[in-house]
């Protein structure tokens, strides 16, 4: 694994006047290794946060510091400091949160988007936003990294089915997500209507819209009790199809949904496979962070 500490980087909050919702600016953070440098043709990462989370959350910020470029990382419409409404099924929102904010940094900064990072939610967006638009927008794009992420998205009407979701959708209507966040309460009233909206989402465009140039690493935990591990595997099988971009699987047996306690462990993932992209030297298949030592032991156990 990658030894590197946090860079000394300069960070500027920025607010982005969004093009299409009124009286909304997205807020992030700019980090920037050269600050005194033009920004002209510079290339940049994008940090993309899960629902009910913000821009500093889990690994984000950490690995915002770490990054060797440049990076901005954001609060989408509804969450912490960006306003709107916070919504269960705000993916469309959040591509064109994407797509306001790809167009600032680039035509402001003259920035080139060469890497995305998403957890979950924002993981998805990410990946519909590359299948979405043209390739003059998002062909500059050479490493995707997805953590958490979704594809089965009618699995969401589980949560429907909980008792005590049930319960309160019979009763009310909806029933509410509570969740801390940058160390505030905070609440979601989720409908019927909004699980249907969520379910509509169409990851199947991955198979024939996903750039077949686009690196992609997945990272997933068994312990996984959001997203399936599973739909790590379908990732795989879908993106590991492509040529010439490849495909690395990183299961991660004690991981659940947030990578709760393995922040570092997230950061030294991504460091390690950017440096194997960076070098050409990736090939698809499972990743082997931690793997091989494990490997080792047991060899080692089953020749005594």
Known sequence: MS???????????????HPHA??????????????????????????????????DYLFQKRLALRLPL?????????????????RLAGFEDDIIDIHAVVQYLTHEYGYV???????????????????????????????????SGRYRMHKMHDQMNKPENKEQLERQGYYEVKA???????????TVQDHHEFASIDTSVLWDRFPATVDVLTMHGL???????????IYAKILGAR??????????????H?????????????????????????????WHTGLRHDIDQLSQKASL
């Not at 807020?27 to 913000?54: F, K, Y």
């Not at 440049?70 to 916070?86: A, I, K, Q, V, Y």
């Not at 801390?180 to 989720?190: F, L, N, S, Y």
């Open 113 to 147: 988007i060469d890497l995305i990072v998403g957890h979950s939610r924002g993981s998805v967006a990410g990946m519909i936003w590359l299948c979405r638009y043209p390739k003059e927008e998002t062909g500059s794009v050479r490493g995707y990294v997805n953590v």
């Open 258 to 286: 947030n990578f709760t306690g393995r922040a570092d462990e997230v950061v030294a993932t991504v460091l390690d496979w950017l440096d194997m992209l960076e070098h050409k030297t990736l090939r698809t298949g499972i």
């Open 70 to 86: 440049d990076s901005f990382r954001f609060d989408f419409r509804g969450n912490f400091e960006t306003p709107g409404r916070l």
């Open 223 to 233: 312990k996984d009790a959001v997203v399936p591990p599973y739909d790590g595997f």
């Open 180 to 190: 801390i966040v940058a160390r505030q309460p905070v609440g979601m009233r989720v």
């Open 3 to 17: 030894d590197q500490g946090i860079t000394s980087k300069k960070t500027t909050k920025l607010l982005i006047p």
């Open 22 to 55: 009124d009286n909304c600016s997205i807020v992030g953070m700019l980090e920037q290794l050269a600050p005194d440098e033009p920004t002209q043709g510079r290339r940049i990462a994008l940090v993309l946060h899960g629902s009910l989370g913000h821009k």
């Open 243 to 256: 040529s010439p971009g490849t495909h690395n699987l990183s299961i991660v047996e004690e991981a659940d």
